[in-house]
């Protein structure tokens, strides 16, 4: 869920397999997908047997920079240590469960629907998030905003995103592709009331992703 093919490319870097890049957000239309990594499974019938959740395979490598290490620090750009030294507590504050992910994944890929982590449809279901009609009108708001800047209008599209940002707060894509468009770290900028940082200090860390319930409700 980016902008365009050559936005995603850094994030594609050395994967053997192709990547589509969802830049109209269907993925958030169809499936209700509000932040990034998230992982959807859909099963060899079609059926999805877990909903949209965060998704992280590793931890983030810059998260784990020692920026107490003169070499660590030499190696990088003067700009991205200052940065990082201001977001790196936010990053580790972050609710994310690579290990378990991967692990729950890995045996879903094993034993199919045996497997404990894939959900019955009534799980599914509940899991799933609601699309009440605030949240349908900032796709459309989004949308607007999206063929605006693309038809060469930034200044009349910040309305649109601004909207969708206020009719969805919790959508982060959102505010991340509008605020990308303006400037590729994301803020701050002068046409947005909050940019990348200020808003995770502002909401909490720990409330970016939400906690992953791998645990089925059900008996394994």
Not at 160 to 169: G, T, Y
Request: aromatic share 10%; charged share 20%; no cysteine.
């Amino acid at each position: 869920m980016d902008a365009s093919a050559e936005a995603a490319a850094p994030f594609a870097a050395g994967v053997d397999f192709p990547v589509v890049v969802d830049s109209g957000h269907r993925l958030g239309e169809l499936f209700g997908v509000v932040n990034v990594p998230s992982g959807i499974w859909v099963d060899e019938d079609g059926t999805v047997v877990r909903p949209p959740e965060t998704a992280y395979p590793a931890q983030p490598t810059f998260a784990g920079y020692d920026l107490e290490d003169p070499a660590v620090v030499a190696s990088l750009p003067a700009s991205a240590v200052s940065r990082l030294r201001t977001v790196q507590p936010h990053l580790k504050a972050m609710q994310i469960d690579p290990e378990g992910y991967v692990g729950a994944l890995r045996d879903w890929v094993a034993h199919g629907s045996a497997s404990r982590f894939a959900l019955s449809a009534e799980e599914v279901l509940e899991r799933s998030r609601p699309r009440p009609a605030e949240q349908a009108r900032a796709a459309a708001a989004f949308a607007l905003g999206q063929h605006l800047h693309a038809a060469g209008s930034p200044e009349r599209a910040v309305a649109w995103f601004r909207e969708s940002h206020q009719l969805q707060p919790d959508n982060w894509t959102y505010r991340r592709q509008a605020w990308s468009l303006v400037d590729p770290a994301q803020g701050p900028t002068e046409q947005y009331d909050g940019h990348w940082l200020a808003d995770v200090q502002r909401e909490g860390a720990e409330n970016y992703y939400a906690p992953l319930e791998l645990e089925p409700r059900r008996p394994a």
